[in-house]
């Protein structure tokens, strides 16, 4: 069965700096996409980033982006410059599969 | 636009009684996710529909049913209402029906809670 990993149940940083999210996923598949979602307080879910796979090039937006290790299997949202309305839960997703989340708090 | 809309926000259910929850995707959005997201968890996957078809369904008892409707709207119902159905149930819907190459858009949720 594909699964989704993601080894850090709670993150902090310091409001400016930077901070790395982990994820590891399993696929049998060769073509595919992997996403980052945050959902904040709110508990709306939004998208915050997507990479194709057979793209070797990160993504990146704005603030965001990733390091996409296909051999590995590996999936890391780095977000820089960090603001406290980043703080929030983010979900990595491959497929219909989301990890167990990473609690992100930001000090001030 | 108007994003993924979920009727009821809350509900407030008994053991044992049947509970209907409602999603109207995207415009344009052929494709409605159903999950289940239990308090500090990720969201779990119940059931997909494209075109009116059931094209994936989650690890869930027959319990959980859903259909799409024609103008793409969906239902999800649960029977039998057990205390461990309380959770938050999110929809999303997509332009494509695999999640392997499309991102989903979420609606707000509806908070279930079974007493």
């Known amino acids: 069965a594909q699964t989704v990993t993601q080894s850090q149940p709670e993150m902090s940083v310091q409001e400016a700096e930077t901070v790395t999210l982990s994820c590891t996923y399993d696929?049998?598949?060769?073509?595919?996409?992997l996403f980052w979602y945050k959902q904040p307080p709110s508990r709306q879910m939004i998208l915050v980033i997507r990479q194709e796979a057979y793209k070797q090039q990160n993504a990146t937006e704005n603030r965001f982006s990733v390091n996409f290790q296909k051999a590995a299997k590996s999936f890391s949202l780095k977000i820089s410059d960090s603001q406290l309305g980043d703080a929030a839960m983010y979900f990595c997703?491959?497929?219909?599969?989301f990890g167990a989340g990473t609690r992100l708090t930001v000090k001030p | 636009d108007a994003g993924v809309t979920q009727s009821p926000t809350h509900l407030i259910k008994t053991r044992g009684q049947q509970v209907t929850l409602r999603c109207s995707p995207i415009s344009g959005h052929k494709s409605v996710s159903w999950y289940q997201q239990v308090l500090g968890q990720g969201p779990q996957f119940i059931f997909q529909y494209y075109e009116k078809e059931e094209r994936g369904r989650g690890n869930f008892p027959d319990r959980f049913s859903a259909r799409q409707f024609p103008n793409y709207s969906s239902e999800l119902n649960v029977n039998a209402l057990l205390l461990g159905d309380s959770a938050l149930y999110l929809c999303?819907?997509?332009?494509?029906?695999?999640?392997?190459?499309?991102?989903?858009?979420f609606g707000p949720g509806t908070r279930l809670t079974v007493t």
């Open positions: 999303a819907s997509s332009l494509g029906w695999t999640g392997l190459h499309y991102e989903q858009y």
């Open positions: 997703a491959h497929d219909m599969r």
């Open positions: 696929t049998s598949e060769s073509d595919y996409y």
